[in-house]
């Protein structure tokens, strides 16, 4: 299994209910993109003050390494992931990825 994590600066200006709505645009993948699992989204709650401006983000659960990539390269995912890129603090500077095989 492929965990995807995304963490993400979003601009002063973008309010909690458009993130809600952004996430839950992406949220809508699940079940859409073949072996795309689970998405969990949220601020981030660590005490260590390491975030690094990176004060929001997701993990997605895909099945397996194609998995992911139909993920990254599906209309929709492409479509979700430009209105996220749109709210974040200098655009795709504002957004870091990292992907973390699970399992077997």
């Given at each position: 299994?492929?965990?995807?994590?995304?963490?993400?600066?979003f601009?002063?200006?973008?309010?909690?209910?458009?993130?809600?709505?952004i996430?839950?645009?992406?949220?809508?993948?699940?079940?859409?993109?073949?072996?795309?699992?689970?998405?969990?989204?949220?601020?981030?709650?660590?005490?260590?003050?390491?975030?690094?401006?990176?004060?929001?983000?997701?993990?997605?659960?895909?099945?397996?390494?194609?998995?992911?990539?139909?993920?990254?390269?599906?209309?929709?995912?492409q479509?979700?992931?430009?209105?996220?890129?749109?709210?974040?603090?200098?655009?795709?500077?504002?957004?870091?990825?990292?992907?973390?095989?699970?399992?077997?």
């Open positions: 299994m492929i965990r995807h994590c995304v963490f993400v600066k601009r002063s200006g973008v309010s909690r209910d458009e993130r809600a709505d996430y839950a645009g992406l949220a809508a993948l699940v079940g859409q993109v073949e072996g795309l699992l689970s998405a969990d989204f949220g601020p981030n709650i660590s005490p260590e003050g390491m975030a690094k401006g990176f004060h929001d983000g997701f993990i997605m659960d895909l099945a397996d390494e194609a998995a992911r990539d139909r993920y990254l390269v599906d209309p929709a995912h479509a979700a992931g430009a209105r996220l890129v749109a709210a974040l603090e200098g655009g795709r500077d504002g957004l870091m990825v990292f992907d973390l095989k699970v399992g077997d």
